[in-house]
C-alpha cells in the first residue's frame, strides 16, 4: 500500500502548437480512462493552456504551467502570471525546472518568490532540484540539494507547503537517456525527504510528494516506483506521445 498517492506529470516543454497539444490531450484522456489510482498532470505550452482546458474539463486529468512570474502584474515583457495561469484552467505550477535556471538565469531566489506565489494563489507547486554531472561526480550531491532545499523553501512554513511537490531531476539525466538507477534515485528521494523534516517536521516530510525526473520511460517506470520515496515522475520527451505516455502512467512497459 502506497503512503502518497502518486503523480505522473508531462512537461511539453516547447513542443506542440494549440491543435497538437488539443489532439494529443484527447488520445491521452482516451487511452487513461481506466486509471484511478494515479493522478495526471499536463504541461503545455502557454499558448496551448486554455485550449487544452477544455479537453480536460471532464477529465481526471490536471493542467499545469511549466513557469510563472512572481509579481502579480506589471510591466515584465514575456512574463505570465498566477492569476493568467488560473484563468487558463491551471491547477498546477513548474517552478525551477533545470532548463530554466541553466538558459533563463532562475536561481534559488527566484524559485523562493515563485513558490511564495504559487502558494498564495493556491497552484499546486512543482519545485525541481538536482544536480549537474560535474556535481555528481565531485560528490556535491547532498550539498546541492540541501542547498537548493533551503534556499528555494526558506521562510516558509510546513503549514504554507503542505501542498508542495518536489522533483528530483539529476541535471545529467534529462533529456539524455541516462536514468538515475532506482536506487541512485531512491537514495536522493530518501535525502531529499531527511532534508524537509529537519527543516520543517515529519508530517510534511511523510507527505510530501517527491516526483523523479531524467529520461524516465515506459521501460524504466516500473522499478522507480517500485521505490518507497518515489512518488511519482516528472516526464519530459517520453510525455510528447500519448501511448509512451499512457504506459508510464499506467507504470507499464
Ligand atoms: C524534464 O523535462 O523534466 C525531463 C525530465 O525530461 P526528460 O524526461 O526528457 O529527461
Redesign the pocket.
Known sequence: MRKRIPLIAG?W?MYKTGQEAVDMARRLVQLISDVTETEVMIAPAFTALAPVSEVLKESPVALGAQNMHWEKEGAYTGEISASMLISAGCKYVIIG???RRQYFGETDGTVNKKLGTAIQSDLIPIV?IGETEEQREAKQTYSVLDKQVTKGLNKYTAESLKKLII?Y?PVW????GKTATPEQAQEAHQFIRGLIEKRFDDKLANSMRILY????KPDNINRLMAMPDIDGA??????LDAEAFSKIIKFES
Do not use: F
Request: some cysteine.
Open positions: 512537461n516543454k525546472h533545470s532548463e525541481c522533483a531531476e539525466a534529462i533529456g539524455t525526473g531524467g529520461s524516465v516528472l516526464v519530459g520527451g517520453a510525455s
